[in-house]
């Protein structure tokens, strides 16, 4: 049985919810280790002077809510160390998680992170592909905002990053750590019912979507401690990720449970992520010898037939003058330091030459 922060027993937590009310509250008030990943776009504090108007004289509909505002750096460096320290207790040891902040506060973010024993992994620069002009002309147009990834702590043993998918993702070359994204707007941007935004930070799905499917596997629980209009909570849904939102702004609250009702899981054949190599199982040559998929004394053939070796019964090879596993004789006969016997040797099935790699990859497939 779980047990609330002051030590009371709690009933296993429900996920796929959004809970209304503080979210420091509603984190001491949940099990320890719920969440495999926390998303947080907390306030910015932007310290708005006065209203923003265009050249034209027209009116900027900037963020100035009330839940944005601070009476000082101090007074938001306690209430982030708060939130902050309630999502280190519901998250997993072996989770992590995202802040996404401006210049305003990411730096107050980062810092607060650090001292709470949260290990930083990787600042992501979001590049906006249409950014909002700088209308007052006095300072560089704001055309990113950075996001904070974090594991719980430096001696954590592992934490979810799906390499191969966000190579995927980026056609085949390594994600970079600054995305080049739109910001909200078009149709995704959520509107009320006057047709002015139903919420001023509203976060594009694009970013979420990166940022969940690079952190999370599916039925993973994501936690977002500032829910605001669910859009962390659309794409977990799409992506058959359980979510938990927590928001106090009862109007957003009910924009979000609409919003999340129209969502469509995907189906489970297109939402698996594409696993690192390091991440599949290990299948040693014997294994195919002991399952009979190759019998000993079968003959391999490398480099379209110049070298052959004999299958032995303990999964080694043999060739006319050396012994060994697959990637040494693989090595040994073509008078190199190392080789990959997994793509060097083949064997003979209806006449054509398979490597015998695919019979690894049928193993693994069924392991896994």
């Given amino acids: ?18 809970i209304q009310g503080d979210c420091v509250a509603a984190m001491n008030d949940m099990p320890e280790g719920v969440a495999d990943l926390i998303f947080a776009d907390p306030p910015y504090n932007l310290q708005l002077e006065g209203e923003l108007r265009r050249p034209d004289n027209s009116k900027v509909d900037a963020c100035d809510d009330a839940w944005d505002q601070f009476a000082s750096l101090d007074e938001y460096d306690r209430f ?38 949260f290990w930083i992994l990787n600042d992501v620069i979001w590049r906006k592909a249409n950014p909002m002009p700088n209308f007052r002309g006095r300072r560089f147009t704001n055309a990113h905002e950075t996001l904070i990834w974090a594991a719980k702590s430096r001696d954590q043993k592992s934490y979810t990053f799906n390499y191969e998918a966000m190579k995927a993702l980026n056609e085949e070359l390594q994600m970079r750590s600054d995305w ?34 690079s952190s999370t ?30 928001e ?24 698996a992520v594409t696993r690192s190599k390091r991440a599949e199982p290990r299948v040693p040559f014997g294994t195919l010898v002991e399952r009979g998929m190759l019998k000993p004394g079968a003959v391999l053939t490398g480099m379209g037939g110049r070298f052959r070796a004999k299958v032995r019964a303990d999964g080694t090879l043999v060739c006319a003058d050396a012994t060994g596993s697959i990637h040494r004789i693989a090595a040994h006969v073509q008078g190199l330091d190392a080789c990959n016997g997994w793509t060097f040797w083949h064997y003979e099935q209806k006449g054509s030459m398979i490597p015998i790699d695919l019979l690894r990859q049928q193993v693994r497939a069924e392991l896994n």
């Fill in 248 to 271: 106090r702004d009862p109007n957003y609250v009910r924009l979000a449970r609409q919003r999340l009702a129209a969502v469509v899981p995907a189906e489970d054949d297109v939402i």
């Fill in 1 to 18: 049985m779980a047990r609330r922060s002051d030590g009371s027993e709690i009933a296993d937590f429900e996920a796929n919810r959004i």
């Fill in 80 to 117: 982030t160390r708060a939130w902050l320290t309630a999502s280190r207790r519901v998250l997993k040891d072996n989770g992590a998680i995202w802040v996404i902040g401006s210049y305003h506060n990411i730096f107050r973010v980062g810092a607060i992170l650090q001292d709470l024993g």
């Fill in 217 to 246: 596997n599916p039925g993973d629980v994501v936690l977002d401690p500032f829910f605001g209009s669910g859009t962390t909570g659309a794409v977990a849904k799409r992506l058959s990720r359980r979510f938990i939102g927590l």
């Fill in 180 to 213: 080049h994204l739109p910001i909200c707007s078009g149709g995704e941007r959520l509107k009320d019912e006057n047709g002015d935004k139903a919420h001023s930070t509203q976060k594009p799905e694009s970013l979420l979507h990166r940022v969940i499917l």
